[in-house]
Nanobody, 117 residues
Framework: QVQLVESGGGLVQPGGSLRLSCAASGFNFGNQYMGWYRQAPGTQRELMIHITPGGSTVLSMSGSGRFTISRDNAKNMVYLQMDSLRPDDTAVYYC???????????WGPGTQVTVSS
């Protein structure tokens, strides 16, 4: 069955960096677009950035130019390098396929990122 497990979140000061990881299984990962989504308190979950099967990046949200997505198809892993973090980046971050219907709209637990001094 589909599994998506995000990790790497935590508390970071404004201007800091974090690297998130996502382990995926249960679907044809290497052939799917994969993305990072986030849900800030009181808001809907939104797609920030995604990556093609071949490794090209597509930015989906304003401000996501500070973020770099990458993937390792041999390991079924997706990564998100986040730099110059701001307090409004505080959210739960999720990885998933794009579109999510590829995995039956399954969602993993996400990883909390808190940007605060």
């Amino acid at each position: 069955q589909v599994q998506l497990v995000e990790s790497g979140g935590g508390l970071v000061q404004p201007g800091g960096s974090l690297r998130l990881s996502c382990a995926a299984s249960g679907f044809n990962f290497g052939n799917q677009y994969m993305g990072w989504y986030r849900q800030a308190p009181g808001t809907q979950r939104e797609l920030m950035i995604h990556i093609t099967p071949g490794g090209s990046t597509v930015l989906s949200m304003s401000g996501s130019g500070r973020f770099t997505i990458s993937r390792d198809n041999a390991k079924n892993m997706v990564y998100l390098q986040m730099d110059s973090l701001r307090p409004d980046d505080t959210a739960v971050y999720y990885c998933n396929s794009v579109p999510t219907s590829i995995v039956g709209d399954y969602w993993g637990p996400g990883t909390q990122v808190t940007v605060s001094s």
